[in-house]
């Protein structure tokens, strides 16, 4: 909680914070798998090399979970080098390899698969509110630029925005005012709950917490996101004059989640390679 006279240099901080790529807006990709892809034929018996290729394209570090190609169940696994336990720094790129060995085929010339590529990734979101209270005589004189909330926010699948208004009037020394908060995966994949299973699939686990700001009703809140896409949460916030003048707030909320995105390839076994 800082008085409105330091509220320039919050917002210089605010400026910072999001120059540095730690909280930024308007990017709904975390990882991402930029290629996946292997020779279009082989033969039977032969081994194939799909190579793997994943951008960080989001601001927070990704940490691979789990990493396995479906669709080719009767080939036989290869050792390679994409593993779970790989962490790859936002802006960077990461490249492996899965090895496979294609089967033999049983009286036909070709056979086509569709292997899927499935990557299981952890990832945080984080959105931060900054808002003004004070009495009615400590804001009358202040700019209306100065009067508005502030807002930040981590890029990546998940995002999460607080809306509530600005400024807060303080006329009996206390207030309670709504703060909702808006949870929706921008991404293509399937967010999960801490480990990714189909029990914790579409669902996601928020805190919510303030400096300033007493929001206990969310200090921890789980949503399932409609249709794997959405929900929100109405959370009543107290806001108290603890000391003279207009002050700024600030409201956290965070959420530590895995998520799952996928990519198809192509491949054929055939007598004639």
């Given at each position: 909680?800082v008085s409105v006279s330091g509220l320039a240099r919050a917002c210089?901080?605010?400026?910072?914070?999001?120059?540095?790529?730690?909280?930024?807006?308007?990017?709904?990709?975390?990882?991402?798998?930029?290629?996946?892809?292997?020779?279009?034929?082989?033969?039977?018996?032969?081994?194939?090399?799909f190579q793997v290729s994943l951008t960080n394209a989001g601001g927070?570090?990704?940490?691979?979970?789990?990493?396995?190609?479906?669709?080719?169940?009767?080939?036989?696994?290869?050792?390679?080098?994409?593993?779970?336990?790989?962490?790859?720094?936002?802006?960077?790129?990461?490249?492996?390899?899965?090895?496979?060995?294609?089967?033999?085929?049983?009286?036909?010339?070709?056979?086509?698969?569709?292997?899927?590529?499935?990557?299981?990734?952890?990832?945080?979101?984080?959105?931060?509110?900054?808002?003004?209270?004070?009495?009615?005589?400590?804001?009358?004189?202040?700019?209306?630029?100065?009067?508005?909330?502030?807002?930040?926010?981590?890029?990546?699948?998940?995002?999460?925005?607080?809306?509530?208004?600005?400024?807060?009037?303080?006329?009996?020394?206390?207030?309670?005012?709504?703060?909702?908060?808006?949870?929706?995966?921008?991404?293509?994949?399937?967010?999960?709950?801490?480990?990714?299973?189909?029990?914790?699939?579409?669902?996601?686990?928020?805190?919510?917490?303030?400096?300033?700001?007493?929001?206990?009703?969310?200090?921890?809140?789980?949503?399932?996101?409609?249709?794997?896409?959405?929900?929100?949460?109405?959370?009543?916030?107290?806001?108290?004059?603890?000391?003279?003048?207009?002050?700024?707030?600030?409201?956290e909320a965070n959420a530590d989640y895995g998520y799952i995105t996928?990519?198809?390839?192509?491949?054929?076994?055939?007598?004639?390679?």
């Amino acid at each position: 909680m800082v008085s409105v006279s330091g509220l320039a240099r919050a917002c210089m901080l605010l400026l910072a914070v999001v120059a540095s790529g730690c909280l930024t807006s308007n990017n709904n990709v975390g990882l991402a798998i930029e290629s996946f892809s292997s020779l279009p034929t082989v033969g039977p018996g032969q081994a194939a090399s799909f190579q793997v290729s994943l951008t960080n394209a989001g601001g927070q570090d990704a940490q691979v979970e789990d990493i396995k190609i479906y669709g080719l169940e009767s080939w036989e696994a290869l050792p390679g080098t994409c593993r779970p336990g790989m962490i790859i720094r936002p802006g960077l790129r990461q490249t492996c390899k899965l090895e496979f060995r294609a089967p033999e085929l049983a009286g036909s010339l070709q056979n086509s698969y569709a292997p899927k590529l499935s990557v299981t990734y952890r990832y945080k979101a984080t959105a931060i509110k900054w808002l003004i209270a004070g009495e009615p005589a400590d804001l009358a004189g202040l700019e209306p630029s100065r009067l508005e909330a502030r807002s930040a926010a981590t890029a990546g699948p998940l995002q999460i925005t607080i809306s509530l208004r600005s400024p807060v009037l303080l006329s009996s020394a206390a207030a309670t005012v709504p703060v909702r908060v808006d949870v929706a995966n921008s991404g293509d994949g399937i967010v999960c709950d801490g480990g990714c299973s189909a029990a914790t699939w579409n669902r996601v686990s928020i805190t919510v917490s303030g400096d300033g700001v007493n929001i206990a009703e969310c200090a921890s809140k789980a949503l399932d996101l409609y249709k794997g896409k959405s929900n929100s949460a109405i959370c009543m916030a107290s806001i108290t004059a603890a000391q003279p003048g207009a002050t700024q707030r600030r409201i956290e909320a965070n959420a530590d989640y895995g998520y799952i995105t996928e990519k198809v390839a192509a491949i054929a076994v055939s007598n004639k390679v």
